[in-house]
């Protein structure tokens, strides 16, 4: 029930953010751009733990989890000042484990996920974008890494979907940018219930937790009409 509410919410925001941008849009259509582009970097991640009554695993509390990400995405600007960007991508997210005492010893969980991002940009001077926004996250596959070169898939202790905020901004010049952002998790995307099998027990709950930079290119769509029609 808890994880529905979480969504509605979401879906709310999205609503809101969107009417906002149509508004704008039927306002100051005359001075309207928009573009599309595509951005690869490295995300440096971490799971936020809560822990409960029973504690399995001793995981890194740094950024030290890397992986590659890429993205495209569309943007659209009704004023100079803000709009609203689009975009969807693959990247993985996860955990560095300094000890596992269970049997497996993991040393490292990597979580695949599928994304799609909506985000409110503001660009209060020239070249500078700042942007904030929900992140809809699709699990494709976990994998537990142990020993050297050992794995085994782990998708079915994790939730399908990860929803989390993303806040960010950029530099951007003639259409190439430097972008870093901060994404977190809203609801657990793993946990281990003992409440319900006793009140007095503390549950044990994972969220993501990351950090971006990446570099990309975009290219005006107005830009590419003009040169379209010549």
Not at 40 to 45: A, E, H, I, T, V
Not at 65 to 71: L, R
Not at 194 to 211: A, H
Request: hydrophobic share 35%; charged share 20%.
């Amino acid at each position: 029930m808890k994880f529905n509410n979480c969504i509605s919410r979401s879906k709310q925001v999205l609503v809101f953010l969107t009417f906002i941008t149509t508004t704008l849009a039927s306002i100051y259509s005359s001075h309207a751009q928009s573009a599309i582009g595509v951005q690869f970097g490295k995300c440096y991640s971490k799971f936020d733990v809560v822990e409960g009554s029973v504690k399995f695993y001793d995981f890194s509390e740094e950024f030290d989890h890397k992986s590659p990400i890429v993205k495209t995405f569309y943007s659209y600007f009704p004023i100079k000042q803000l709009g609203i960007k689009q975009s969807i991508g693959y990247e993985k997210r996860g955990v560095i484990i300094k000890n596992d005492p269970g049997w497996v010893g993991y040393t490292k969980f990597s979580l695949n996920y599928l994304h799609l991002s909506t985000s409110l940009n503001l660009r209060p001077i020239k070249y500078l974008n700042i942007h904030c926004g929900l992140n809809y996250n699709y699990l494709v596959k976990a994998v537990g890494y142990y020993g050297r070169d050992g794995s085994g898939e782990t998708t079915e202790h994790y939730s399908k979907f990860d929803i989390g905020y993303d806040i960010g901004s950029a530099i951007i010049i003639k259409g190439v940018f430097i972008e870093g952002s901060i994404f977190k998790s809203i609801k657990p995307i793993r946990s281990f219930g003992f409440s319900v099998f006793d009140p007095n027990l503390k549950d044990t709950e994972y969220r993501n937790n990351s950090y971006e930079i990446s570099i990309g290119y975009q290219v005006e769509i107005n830009k590419i009409i003009k040169k379209k029609k010549k």
